[in-house]
């Protein structure tokens, strides 16, 4: 069963697909996101806000996202604790 979680403003992924959650800020990153938008392989999940955070996927789309890296990957954990004591 695959697990999602909400990365804000009613925005939800596959959490069994994100590879990470990075801080936007790096110079590498921005150009990784400058690149995904120029190839159409980005997805603006902010809603016009900052981004805080970048999801870089399996099949190499990167989803923003204005939630922290940290609360993402908390809401991440706490779904895979859900279903493991569900089990």
């Known amino acids: ?3 999602l979680i909400h990365i804000g403003f009613g925005n939800i992924v596959n959490a069994d697909k994100i590879i ?5 800020e790096a110079a590498p990153i921005k ?3 400058q690149k995904a938008k ?3 392989t980005g997805v603006d999940a902010t809603q016009g806000r900052k981004t805080k955070a970048v999801l870089v996927m399996e099949n190499g789309m990167l989803v923003l996202s204005a939630l922290l890296p940290e609360t993402i990957s908390a809401r991440a954990q706490s779904e895979s604790e859900n279903i493991t ?3």
């Open 20 to 24: 990470s959650i990075v801080s936007p």
């Open 1 to 3: 069963m695959s697990k």
């Open 85 to 87: 004591d569900e089990s």
């Open 31 to 33: 150009r990784m996101v």
């Open 38 to 40: 120029e190839q159409g």
